[in-house]
């Protein structure tokens, strides 16, 4: 199993940036691709950012161009780092892992969520 532990979220002001840290612990080894998701109140969870386990990333439109997430496997640690933030990127930021079971298939780990408040 992995765990996933997020941090760094909180409150900032419009144009303000923040850092978020997910610490993956456990069978950590398994891990392909990571991911920032994020849900905003009455929305459905969206992803934000995706890193692969060769480096690859992708971004959703809204935040191309201000968000970049980063990957240190050695410390087992994924970030995003958040600049230009906008009261649209209001939301819980929750960490992802998809992880590879030993005799096939994957499943996917999540953190318990860090908010973050964008005010006006």
């Known amino acids: 199993q992995v765990q996933l532990v997020e941090s760094g979220g909180g409150l900032v002001q419009t144009g303000g940036s923040l850092r978020l840290s997910c610490a993956a612990s456990g069978s950590t080894r398994m891990i392909k691709t990571m991911a920032w998701y994020r849900q905003a109140p009455g929305k459905q969870r969206e992803l934000a950012a995706v890193i692969t386990n060769t480096d690859g990333t992708n971004y959703a439109d809204s935040v191309k161009g201000r968000f970049t997430i980063s990957r240190d496997v050695a410390k087992n640690t994924l970030t995003l780092q958040m600049n230009s933030l906008k009261p649209e990127d209001t939301a819980v930021y929750y960490c992802?892992?998809?992880?590879?079971?030993?005799?096939?298939?994957?499943?996917?780990?999540w953190g318990q969520g860090t908010q973050v408040t964008v005010s006006s």
């Open positions: 992802n892992a998809r992880v590879g079971r030993v005799f096939g298939g994957d499943y996917n780990s």
